[in-house]
């Protein structure tokens, strides 16, 4: 599996309750897509089967709320033109703990 870690990613809860999650886009497809979380500083991005993206240090200020959720919208954004290139919906999964060495 091909861990990156997202260093520049943005998580932004809705009037609605749900949190919008912006990363760089890819050049492939997510497809199997989901979060895990444990309500505290990191999570990880299961993209595809294959590539799974570190998103740390997330605001304290979200940890309750995201850990509440069951699930977040993905926007993958062009880097240079600021435009999103795909959305999607992914599941949150909570897990005990993530262990980030």
């Known amino acids: 599996m091909n861990m990156l870690q997202e260093r520049k990613y943005y998580i932004q809860p809705t009037k609605e309750g749900i949190f919008l999650i912006l990363i760089q886009a890819r050049n ?25 993206i570190l998103l740390d240090y997330i605001n304290p200020t979200v940890h ?24 999607y919906r992914v599941p949150l999964h909570k897990v005990p703990e993530i262990y980030v060495a």
Request: overall charge negative; hydrophobic content about 35%.
């Open 28 to 52: 492939e497809d997510a497809y199997d897509s989901y979060l895990q979380y444990d309500g505290r500083d990191n999570a990880l991005f299961l993209r595809t089967p294959k590539e799974c």
């Open 64 to 87: 309750a709320d995201l850990l509440k959720s069951a699930f977040v919208e993905m926007l993958e954004v062009h880097p240079e033109q600021e435009e999103v290139i795909r959305d």
